[in-house]
C-alpha cells in the first residue's frame, strides 16, 4: 500500500510499503480520510528519535485520523461499512496488568501508531481494533475528527485536574495541546482560562475560543493579572502544557494554596521543581501520559456544540504533497496551529 514513510531522519517518501491486510474478528477496515501532523511525527522527522524511541528501520508517519469504515470482522457488533469515524492510535495488550487496572494507556506493551517501530496510518487504508474506534456525530467533520487525538490529551488533562464549577485555571502555552486543554477546562466547569504563551498571534487566536484570557509572558506578569483576578489568591488549577523549563519552573507561583497543577508538557531534559514553594501550599501534582476513556466524551461535546475545533485547522495539504506539509510544519508560522493531510478527496 502506498503511504508516507519516514525512510530515516530527515528523508521522506510517498511509496509502496508492506502493511497489514488481513481484517481481524475484532477488526474494522477504514479507509481514512484526514491525519492531522502532530509535534511528535515532526520531531521524528527532524531528529529521528523522541527519547529512547528511535527511528531504526523505515516507519510511516501519522496518529491524528479519521476515516470510513469499509469492512468489518465477524465479531464486530458496533461499527457497520459507511460508519465515520476517528480512532486512538495506542492498542495495548488486553490482557496486560495495565489494561486490566483501566490504565490502559500505560500498558508497557502498548503499540502507538507513529512511535517506532510501529506504522502510523498516513496511508489510505488501516486495519484497526474495533474497540479503539469511535463514530463521528453527524455535525463533526472529517477534519474535526481528525483533532480528536490531541483534545484526548486536554480531556484527559481535565480530567485530573478534578475541576471544581468556577474554577480558575492557568494553561501554560497556546499550541495545539494547549488550546485543546484550555478547551476540556472550560467544557469541564471552569469559570475562565487564562493562557500564556510567548508567541501573540497563538494567544489572539486562543482568546477568540471562549473566556481566555491570554497572557504573553514576555511582555507582561502572569502573577500579577492571575492577582487582579482572584484578588490575590492564585488560580486554582494550573496546566503546563508547553514543555518549556521556565515555564514548568514558573507553574507554582500562579497557583493558590491547596491548588492543583497538571504537568502535560514534555521537556526535553529533565527540569528540577522547587519542592519547598510547592510544599508551602500543599500543591498537588497530576501527570498525564497520553489519555484513556476519554474519546467518547470528547465526540460528545464536539457533537453537542460545546467544544469547537474547527478554528484550530489551520492548513489543509493534498496527500500527495505530504512531504510539502511535513516541511509547513517545521517550519509552523506562529498564527498557525494545526496543519492536516487530507488522504482521500472528499
Ligand atoms: N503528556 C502527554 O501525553 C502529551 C501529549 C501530547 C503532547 N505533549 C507535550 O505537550 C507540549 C505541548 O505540545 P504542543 O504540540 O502544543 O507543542 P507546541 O510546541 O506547538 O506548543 C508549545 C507552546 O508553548 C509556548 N511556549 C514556549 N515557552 C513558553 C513559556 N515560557 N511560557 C508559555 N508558553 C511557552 C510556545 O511558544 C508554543 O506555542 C509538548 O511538550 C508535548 O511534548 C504531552
Ligand atoms: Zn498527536
Same mark, same amino acid.
Given at each position: 500500500?502506498?503511504?508516507?514513510?519516514?525512510?530515516?531522519?530527515?528523508?521522506?517518501?510517498?511509496?509502496?510499503?508492506?502493511?497489514?491486510?488481513?481484517?481481524?474478528?475484532?477488526?474494522?477496515?477504514?479507509?481514512?480520510?484526514?491525519?492531522?501532523?502532530?509535534?511528535?511525527?515532526?520531531?521524528?522527522?527532524?531528529?529521528?528519535?523522541?527519547?529512547?524511541?528511535?527511528?531504526?528501520?523505515?516507519?510511516?508517519?501519522?496518529? =491524528?485520523?479519521?476515516?470510513?469504515?469499509?469492512?468489518?470482522?465477524?465479531?464486530?457488533?458496533?461499527?457497520?461499512?459507511?460508519?465515520?469515524?476517528?480512532?486512538?492510535?495506542?492498542?495495548?495488550?488486553?490482557?496486560?496488568?495495565?489494561?486490566?487496572?483501566?490504565?490502559?494507556?500505560?500498558?508497557?506493551?502498548?503499540?502507538?501508531?507513529?512511535?517506532?517501530?510501529?506504522?502510523?496510518?498516513?496511508?489510505?487504508?488501516?486495519?484497526?481494533?474495533?474497540?479503539?474506534?469511535?463514530?463521528?456525530?453527524?455535525?463533526?467533520?472529517?477534519?474535526?475528527?481528525?483533532?480528536?487525538?490531541?483534545?484526548?490529551?486536554?480531556?484527559?488533562?481535565?480530567?485530573?485536574?478534578?475541576?471544581?464549577?468556577?474554577?480558575?485555571?492557568?494553561?501554560?502555552?497556546?499550541?495545539?495541546?494547549?488550546?485543546?486543554?484550555?478547551?476540556?477546562?472550560?467544557?469541564?466547569?471552569?469559570?475562565?482560562?487564562?493562557?500564556?504563551?510567548?508567541?501573540?498571534?497563538?494567544?489572539?487566536?486562543?482568546?477568540?475560543?471562549?473566556?481566555?484570557?491570554?497572557?504573553?509572558?514576555?511582555?507582561?506578569?502572569?502573577?500579577?493579572?492571575?492577582?487582579?483576578?482572584?484578588?490575590?489568591?492564585?488560580?486554582?488549577?494550573?496546566? =503546563?502544557?508547553?514543555?518549556?523549563?521556565?515555564?514548568?519552573?514558573?507553574?507554582?507561583?500562579?497557583?493558590?494554596?491547596?491548588?492543583?497543577?497538571?504537568?502535560?508538557?514534555?521537556?526535553?531534559?529533565?527540569?528540577?521543581?522547587?519542592?519547598?514553594?510547592?510544599?508551602?501550599?500543599?500543591?498537588?501534582?497530576?501527570?498525564?501520559?497520553?489519555?484513556?476513556?476519554?474519546?467518547?466524551?470528547?465526540?460528545?461535546?464536539?457533537?453537542?456544540?460545546?467544544?469547537?475545533?474547527?478554528?484550530?485547522?489551520?492548513?489543509?495539504?493534498?496527500?500527495?504533497?505530504?512531504?510539502?506539509?511535513?516541511?509547513?510544519?517545521?517550519?509552523?508560522?506562529?498564527?498557525?496551529?494545526?496543519?492536516?493531510?487530507?488522504?482521500?478527496?472528499?
Amino acid at each position: 500500500m502506498e503511504a508516507l514513510v519516514l525512510e530515516r531522519k530527515g528523508e521522506l517518501s510517498i511509496r509502496e510499503i508492506n502493511l497489514p491486510t488481513e481484517v481481524g474478528p475484532h477488526d474494522v477496515k477504514i479507509k481514512i480520510q484526514t491525519v492531522g501532523i502532530c509535534g511528535s511525527d515532526v520531531h521524528y522527522y527532524e531528529y529521528g528519535a523522541i527519547g529512547p524511541f528511535v527511528v531504526k528501520e523505515p516507519m510511516v508517519l501519522g496518529h =491524528e485520523a479519521s476515516g470510513t469504515v469499509v469492512e468489518v470482522g465477524h465479531a464486530v457488533k458496533h461499527h457497520k461499512p459507511g460508519d465515520r469515524v476517528c480512532m486512538e492510535p495506542g492498542i495495548p495488550d488486553p490482557n496486560s496488568r495495565a489494561s486490566r487496572l483501566g490504565i490502559y494507556n500505560l500498558d508497557p506493551a502498548v503499540r502507538f501508531w507513529a512511535t517506532p517501530p510501529i506504522h502510523g496510518c498516513l496511508t489510505p487504508y488501516v486495519i484497526h481494533p474495533a474497540a479503539y474506534t469511535f463514530k463521528l456525530p453527524d455535525n463533526v467533520s472529517f477534519a474535526e475528527g481528525a483533532m480528536v487525538e490531541p483534545l484526548a490529551v486536554g480531556m484527559h488533562a481535565a480530567v485530573k485536574a478534578k475541576i471544581k464549577p468556577g474554577d480558575l485555571a492557568v494553561v501554560m502555552g497556546a499550541g495545539p495541546i494547549g488550546i485543546v486543554t484550555s478547551l476540556a477546562a472550560i467544557a469541564g466547569g471552569c469559570s475562565q482560562v487564562v493562557i500564556t504563551d510567548v508567541q501573540q498571534p497563538k494567544l489572539d487566536l486562543a482568546a477568540t475560543l471562549g473566556p481566555i484570557r491570554p497572557v504573553n509572558v514576555a511582555k507582561e506578569n502572569l502573577r500579577g493579572v492571575i492577582d487582579e483576578l482572584t484578588d490575590g489568591w492564585g488560580a486554582d488549577l494550573v496546566f =503546563e502544557a508547553s514543555g518549556a523549563p521556565a515555564a514548568i519552573q514558573a507553574a507554582p507561583e500562579a497557583l493558590c494554596p491547596g491548588g492543583r497543577i497538571v504537568l502535560v508538557g514534555l521537556p526535553i531534559r529533565p527540569v528540577s521543581l522547587d519542592i519547598v514553594a510547592l510544599s508551602a501550599k500543599e500543591a498537588s501534582i497530576e501527570t498525564v501520559f497520553r489519555y484513556a476513556h476519554v474519546y467518547p466524551r470528547a465526540l460528545a461535546l464536539m457533537g453537542s456544540g460545546k467544544i469547537d475545533l474547527k478554528p484550530l485547522i489551520s492548513r489543509t495539504f493534498d496527500f500527495r504533497d505530504s512531504i510539502e506539509a511535513f516541511e509547513f510544519a517545521v517550519k509552523m508560522p506562529p498564527d498557525c496551529i494545526k496543519a492536516q493531510i487530507q488522504v482521500i478527496s472528499a
